[in-house]
T-cell receptor, first 110, second 115 residues
Framework: GQQVMQIPQYQHVQEGEDFTTYCNSSTTLSNIQWYKQRPGGHPVFLIQLVKSGEVKKQKRLTFQFGEAKKNSSLHITATQTTDVGTYFCAGGRGTYKYIFGTGTRLKVLA | EPEVTQTPSHQVTQMGQEVILRCVPISNHLYFYWYRQILGQKVEFLVSFYNNEISEKSEIFDDQFSVERPDGSNFTLKIRSTKLEDSAMYFC?????????????FGPGTRLTVL
């Protein structure tokens, strides 16, 4: 079945350093969504990418969707302690099914 | 701001018992989902529901699971005979109608513990 992998699994950074998580799907995706889950919380939507090669920015966060629509990345510039959490990509297969990636747990050291 | 609600927040049950997890999606949403997350692991898709029928389901969603929208507001997940490995956090999510590929709004989850 379809698999969506993320690397790294864990990342510890000093506050102010940059952070990147990569998402790779075994199959072509119709779209990709990114979510953040704080410890003990539920996934919260960050962004959606639909077009091949699309790049979107949200303040310090930059999201990319690969040309082949099989991979994506999230880059955070100058991390802050509020960025702590697990970041999941979710690969879309149409409207009705999303396969979540394995997640990257980010810890930011002050 | 509208939100997805789930009850109960924590359910403890004995192996073999039936449980029903309840969700109230955002009122103008038409697509509904159930996911589960075993502690410390990834979020796993279970089922999606639209227009009063299942749209997609995963291999996890076997005949022990069922979903229902019994009225205009609730969306339920039933596990007929719980197993130890069903212990997990169960999240309901919904998306609005009218556009493709919308963001999913997740509820706070129900933690299911099977003893």
């Amino acid at each position: 079945g379809q698999q969506v992998m993320q690397i790294p699994q864990y990342q510890h950074v000093q506050e102010g350093e940059d952070f990147t998580t990569y998402c790779n799907s075994s199959t072509t995706l119709s779209n990709i969504q990114w979510y953040k889950q704080r410890p003990g919380g539920h996934p919260v939507f960050l962004i959606q990418l639909v077009k091949s090669g699309e790049v979107k920015k949200q303040k310090r966060l930059t999201f990319q969707f690969g040309e082949a629509k099989k991979n994506s990345s999230l880059h955070i510039t100058a991390t802050q302690t509020t960025d702590v959490g697990t970041y999941f990509c979710a690969g879309g297969r149409g409207t009705y099914k999303y396969i979540f990636g394995t997640g990257t747990r980010l810890k930011v050291l002050a | 701001e509208p939100e997805v609600t789930q009850t109960p927040s924590h359910q403890v049950t004995q192996m073999g018992q039936e449980v029903i997890l309840r969700c109230v999606p955002i009122s103008n949403h038409l697509y509904f989902y159930w996911y589960r997350q075993i502690l410390g692991q990834k979020v796993e898709f279970l089922v999606s529901f639209y227009n009063n029928e299942i749209s997609e389901k995963s291999e996890i969603f076997d005949d022990q699971f069922s979903v229902e929208r019994p009225d205009g507001s609730n969306f339920t997940l039933k596990i007929r005979s719980t197993k130890l490995e069903d212990s997990a956090m169960y999240f309901c999510a919904s998306t609005r109608a009218g556009a493709t590929y919308n963001e999913q709004f997740f509820g706070p989850g129900t933690r299911l513990t099977v003893l």
